[in-house]
């Protein structure tokens, strides 16, 4: 059921901060769609941003169950680094001035700060797969002219895109496993084995 409920979050949670960060790129020319209808977006935005949320957090929660046989347990404050790291890549990757191999170094870098303190082995895994699956997905998107990248290194693609899916993997994943080990049913279980028990003599 927690993962249920992960699964639910990180769909919502993509559907709407994902276009949100979308808006950052098209409102900065970094990319834009072929048709665009509302705010520079298109109506497939929040279901294609839901995907994403799900299918780049919630394989981390299954890869490192698969590599450690659990979760290790996260901070919330260290979940608000991350995702803040991943905010400033995206807005980075759109408005800041520079060629894109310099976007390509800058989300390198914002990557592997995101990785401290203790992130698991998992994040590696995880942000490969990020980021050939998120080339892939707007590779297909450029390639049937539905939506365009201005930097255009990687078949049609911006060179510095795999690195911004590899940061969001981190990212994103680190919220996963935090709804996950700090679900309300979990808390009350841990809440109700702390409890010191009765005393005999209260009254």
Known sequence: MKV???????????????????ALHTYSGATWYAAPQLFRSVWWCPPLFAFAGLSIGLPRVLIDLKLDGKLAPISGAAVAYKMTLFFVG??????????????ALVLVALFIAA?????????????????????????????HGLFFHRDTQLAGVAGWLPALYALAA??????????????????????????????????
């Open 170 to 203: 981190v990212a994103v994943g680190a919220l996963a496993r935090w709804l996950v080990t700090s679900s309300p049913s979990r808390s009350a279980s841990s809440a109700s084995r702390t409890e010191p028990a009765p005393s005999a003599h209260s009254h």
């Open 4 to 22: 249920a409920r992960t699964a639910a979050l990180l769909t919502l949670i993509g559907a709407t901060v994902g276009p949100c960060l979308d």
């Open 115 to 143: 990785l401290w303190p203790n992130d698991t082995r998992g994040a590696w895994l995880g942000a490969a797969g990020a980021a050939l699956g998120g080339w892939l997905v707007e590779w297909q998107l450029t390639t």
């Open 90 to 103: 995206y807005a980075l990757s759109g408005f800041l001035p520079a060629a894109w191999w310099v976007k």
